[in-house]
């Protein structure tokens, strides 16, 4: 064989050599596509599951934020209520100071009365004293007389 029948034949066996391990190349990057592929599948479906999970999600927290809404309102009601009674009771209880406020100023204004005329008080309380003892003797004289 000669040089030239050698370099082909060397040739032909680099070529093919070449072609087994492009082959062998194509069919790792199809498996690996294919992988790819699979992954790429499994990933959309997590996804449109989070997704959908996600919606619920949504959808729960705007019925509950409904309900919440509903209920504020509904309270709402009761708020102002508490409020007009606490108003009532705050007006009743302004009322009741004003009127413990006189009771006290007629009460101190009483006593002041009282001990300014105390003594003239003391002597109308010894001359009602006197006239009724008086009144008692004198029915009983006029009993007296009436039985004799």
């Known amino acids: 064989m000669t040089w030239m029948e050698i370099s082909a034949v060397s040739s032909a066996i680099a070529f093919i050599v070449l072609v087994v391990f492009a082959v062998r190349m194509l069919i790792t990057a199809k498996r690996m596509l294919q992988q790819l592929s699979d992954t790429v599948a499994q990933t959309e479906q997590h996804v449109a599951k989070a997704t959908e999970e996600a919606e619920q999600l949504l ?3 705007g019925q509950l934020t409904e309900e919440v809404h509903l209920q504020v309102l509904a309270l709402e009601s009761t708020v102002q209520s508490i409020e007009k009674t606490g108003a009532a009771i705050g ?6 100071r ?3 406020r006189m009771m006290s100023e007629s009460l101190h204004g009483a006593e002041r009365v009282v001990h300014t005329h105390q003594k003239r008080i003391e002597d109308v309380m010894e001359w009602a004293t006197t006239g009724y003892e008086l009144w008692q003797r004198w029915q009983a004289n006029r009993k007296a007389k ?3």
């Not at 007006?91 to 009741?96: H, P």
């Open 59 to 61: 959808k729960q927290a």
């Open 91 to 96: 007006d009743v209880a302004s009322v009741l």
């Open 98 to 100: 004003k009127g413990a």
């Open 146 to 148: 009436s039985d004799h």
